[in-house]
């Protein structure tokens, strides 16, 4: 039984724009050409491993998208298609999947690619010291890899996974070399040996990654537009955290292509020669969530009051200029399974402050800081600058200003995301924003099972909210284990209602994932988990 799943569209918009009229194009169309380098300037984080099975966080995927293949894709209405896999099949119980492979693939050092380079990299991400979170969890349910011979592999599972094949297109699960992994972390950590199209080259911390072109790159790819290598020569990619100096630099020509661009910026793109790609992220939407496990969102009254007095949808609507849209569900709009119920987020200062009363804070400090039993109604949140743009904590100033109009001290703490991890490791939050990628509706099992609360290898834990509940931990476990999508729809449904009835998290919108180029053209998504996929840039020449 050939088992297709699918999942979120992406949706890509290509308008022209420009952001000084320096940059406007002269003397003719531009037109592609091969060769040369390609620079792109990422705002995301300095990753500290270019191995994605390490940790797993989106900056990892950015870049490792270059160099590195899973076994299966997606296109953009999120059909799974063969990638390093040609074919798979499930047994009908679940518990077994077949997966037969390409018998042309070479790793960029020469070495195959074969059914017993998968059971490495499953036992890989498997194992405790390669300190893996978001691979772990591609990989939690599969007991034993069975290499039948070198271009069939068998997957023995410990229980159902109908999100399997989702998981495995992700980047965190990408194919890596034995080889390269046999060389230790520290090594490997320098440079993941892939099958892509490009090679890593040289890491200059804090300033580059070069990437070199692999020539005897094989198509495997489901969107490459040509048979054969890239047709860029090198990429350059830079770490520019500052979006005012990565847009100078795309306007300057500096620089081909930038992520995370500001909303200003994406708006007065419109109509001259600087393109844009939004590719907005799978799976769970961008939200707060409150710690449940501890004063003073332990009492549910508590939680609502806060969501009550936050309004955020003028933020929203100010700060983004268009470019993102209120979200009233845990899920990605365009997740066919996602719910929304805007009532549970309507603003409610009145309400807010009949909770609050009920809860039993009703003293005051001399600043309108709630009290009770002699301590202050306090919020800790730990803000990780290397994710949430500027205009995003703009919108949490305004949130924490109009959370304060109730009694609420909200205390916003900006760190990078190392500390904004040992914040979290520590439970030193009270509210969080913490995005989360992954690849279809199973994202709430992870994000909020009860066994989410509890760290992965790399030390992370995904649930936040500290939610821990019998009945949706049942849903979540059903929706994993069946392969009916409207049984499915269902049980997600019903998953959803627990969810957003706690009140432990307050959606905001989709998680924001967009690019500016100009000077190349081919830049495209991959649609998997929206990451760049440069294989099919040309650089342009008047």
């Not at 054969?228 to 795309?250: C, M």
């Not at 020669?273 to 003073?296: F, G, K, M, V, Y």
């Not at 003028?314 to 996602?338: C, D, K, N, Q, Y």
């Not at 009945?471 to 409207?486: I, K, P, R, V």
Request: aromatic share 6%; net charge negative; with cysteine.
């Amino acid at each position: 039984m050939r088992t297709i799943r699918r999942s979120l569209p992406i949706v890509t918009i290509a308008a022209l724009a420009a952001i000084a009229a320096g940059c406007a194009a002269e003397g003719g169309e531009a037109e592609p050409v091969d060769g040369g380098t390609l620079v792109y300037a990422t705002g995301d984080a300095e990753p500290d491993c270019l191995d994605p099975h390490v940790g797993g966080n989106y900056p990892q995927a950015l870049i490792s998208t270059q160099y590195l293949e899973p076994l299966v894709g997606r296109d953009e209405d999120g059909t799974i298609l063969p990638w390093l896999a040609e074919d798979w099949d499930t047994s009908e119980d679940g518990l077994t999947w077949d997966f037969t492979l390409r018998d042309d693939v070479t790793f960029t050092d020469g070495t195959p690619f074969d059914a017993e380079a998968v059971k490495v990299n499953v036992e890989h991400l498997q194992d405790p010291d390669t300190a893996s979170s978001t691979g772990y969890l591609a990989v939690e349910q599969v007991d034993e890899v069975e290499v039948v011979d070198d271009a069939h592999v068998r997957f023995h599972l410990s229980t159902p996974k109908s999100a399997l094949l989702e998981v495995l297109s992700q980047q965190w699960a990408a194919m890596q070399a034995p080889s390269g992994i046999e060389r230790g972390q520290e090594e490997n950590c320098q440079a993941p040996i892939g099958t892509g199209p490009f090679v890593v080259d040289s890491w200059t911390p804090q300033d580059r990654v070069v990437l070199t072109r692999n020539d005897d790159y094989v198509s495997t790819n489901p969107q490459a537009d040509h048979d054969g290598a890239a047709h860029v020569e090198t990429i350059q990619w830079r770490f520019i955290p500052d979006a005012a100096t990565r847009q100078a630099a795309l306007a300057s020509g500096e620089v081909h292509v930038i992520d995370n661009p500001l909303p200003t910026d994406i708006v007065a793109a419109t109509g001259q020669d600087i393109s844009h790609l939004d590719a907005p992220r799978p799976a769970a939407a961008n939200r707060i969530e409150l710690n449940s496990s501890q004063a003073p969102f332990d009492d549910i009254r508590v939680r609502e009051a806060f969501i009550r007095s936050a309004d955020p949808a003028p933020g929203i609507e100010s700060l983004f200029h268009g470019t993102a849209e209120r979200s009233s569900s845990v899920l990605s709009s365009a997740e066919p399974m996602g719910i929304s119920d805007e009532e549970l987020f309507a603003t409610d200062v009145d309400r807010a402050n009949e909770l609050l009363d009920e809860a039993g804070w009703t003293d005051t400090d001399n600043d309108g800081i709630r009290m009770k039993d002699g301590e202050p109604l306090t919020v800790r949140f730990p803000v990780s600058t290397n994710q949430s743009t500027e205009a995003e904590q703009s919108l949490f100033d305004q949130i924490q200003a109009n959370a304060a109009g109730v009694g609420f001290d909200v205390q916003l703490s900006p760190m990078d995301l190392s500390s904004w991890y040992e914040a979290l490791g520590e439970h030193e939050y009270e509210a969080v924003s913490a995005p989360y990628t992954t690849v279809g509706p199973d994202v709430l099992r992870i994000l909020y099972h009860s066994d989410g609360t509890v760290p992965a290898p790399s030390g992370y834990f995904a649930n936040h909210a500290m939610l821990q509940d019998d009945e949706l931990d049942g849903l979540l476990e059903d929706a994993l284990a069946t392969t009916d999508d409207g049984e499915r729809a269902d049980l997600y449904a019903d998953a959803q209602r627990i969810i957003l009835d706690s009140y432990t998290v307050l959606p905001l919108y989709d998680q924001q994932n967009h690019f500016l180029y100009a000077g190349v053209t081919g830049v495209e998504s991959l649609h998997t988990i929206s990451t760049p996929l440069l294989l099919n840039a040309q650089l342009t020449a008047e």
